[in-house]
């Protein structure tokens, strides 16, 4: 989406009363007016799922100023897990980008995405104690959906998910800081809330989708505004049978009912965006 379209939907957002907008990527920060367009809209909170890479002098003078900007650091867990997936020398520059945000005051947080093999390190008390020292105060715990084939072993079994969800709680009550689980927190909330029950997902060519784990659309915003495309008939035909997404076992609801999703669509529409077009 232009900047223009990008600032026309954060303008009719905030007039239907959405008071958080959460921008991931890619990199987000690649995007040199993203911090111009946050500027116009201070009655907004705005986390930035970033790599830090681009966290330079110029930046960090910016996020000083825009108290409702919020740099989430994406991080994997000890250097050997975040360098696995991210790449070489990935660890030490987020490590680098904790402390300029510390040192300058700034208020920041982490993304963990949490897989069969990391989680126990993310659910260690030490590990998080050592985040919270870093600076972070904003943690989201993000279980992997396996949208690639390939990846299901990647996948928590259901007593790992039983372990974050105790983990979870634990560190509320024990540590300063605000951890956000997801799909997790939602059962908590009667549910999926994805497709605007309690968020929305919009992809780069301004596609509305039920959520990141759900590419699919039947309204580009590029062509209706927000409201119209919040009433679809894709998006009301999954909020109207919300028992169908009752999840109990902490995974993601849309995932699992993933070809009742699609069979929602109208039929012209049969190509979702792939996994690899998002983070």
């Not at 020292?133 to 790992?160: H, I, P």
């Not at 060519?205 to 919040?230: H, I, M, Q, W």
């Not at 169908?244 to 070809?259: D, K, S, V, Y």
Request: hydrophobic share 40%; net charge negative.
């Amino acid at each position: 989406m232009s900047e223009d379209k990008l600032r026309s939907v954060i303008a009719e957002a905030r007039e239907l009363g959405i008071s958080a907008i959460l921008f991931a990527g890619g990199e987000p920060f690649v995007r040199k007016e993203l911090t111009s367009i946050t500027r116009d809209f201070p009655e907004i909170i705005f986390p930035v799922v970033t790599n830090g890479t681009l966290l330079d002098d110029a930046l960090i003078e910016k996020l000083k100023e825009q108290r409702n900007v919020w740099p989430v650091l994406s991080i994997e867990g000890l250097e050997e897990d975040t360098n696995g997936r991210r790449g070489n020398g990935v660890y030490q520059r987020v490590q680098t980008a904790m402390k300029r945000l510390k040192d300058n005051g700034i208020f920041f947080g982490s993304s963990l995405t949490i897989t069969r093999s990391n989680v126990s390190t993310i659910t260690d008390e030490h590990f998080m104690q050592d985040l919270i020292k870093a600076g972070g105060k904003l943690f989201f715990f993000v279980e992997y959906v396996s949208v690639n084939e390939g990846t299901e072993d990647w996948v928590l079994t259901d007593e790992q998910r039983a372990d974050l969800l105790a983990a979870t709680n634990a560190f509320r009550a024990t540590l300063p800081g605000l951890f956000i689980a997801f799909p997790g927190d939602e059962e908590q909330f009667g549910g999926c809330l994805a497709a605007g029950r309690g968020f929305v997902h919009i992809s780069p060519e301004g596609n509305l989708e039920p959520c990141p784990f759900s590419p699919y659309s039947d309204a580009n915003l590029r062509d209706v505004s927000l409201k119209e495309g919040l009433q679809s008939h894709f998006l009301q035909a999954i909020r109207q049978n919300h028992s169908q997404l009752i999840e109990t076992a902490g995974g993601c609801a849309l995932w699992t009912e993933r070809e009742w999703v699609h069979s929602l669509l109208p039929a012209k529409i049969s190509s979702p965006r792939t996994a690899n077009e998002h983070e």
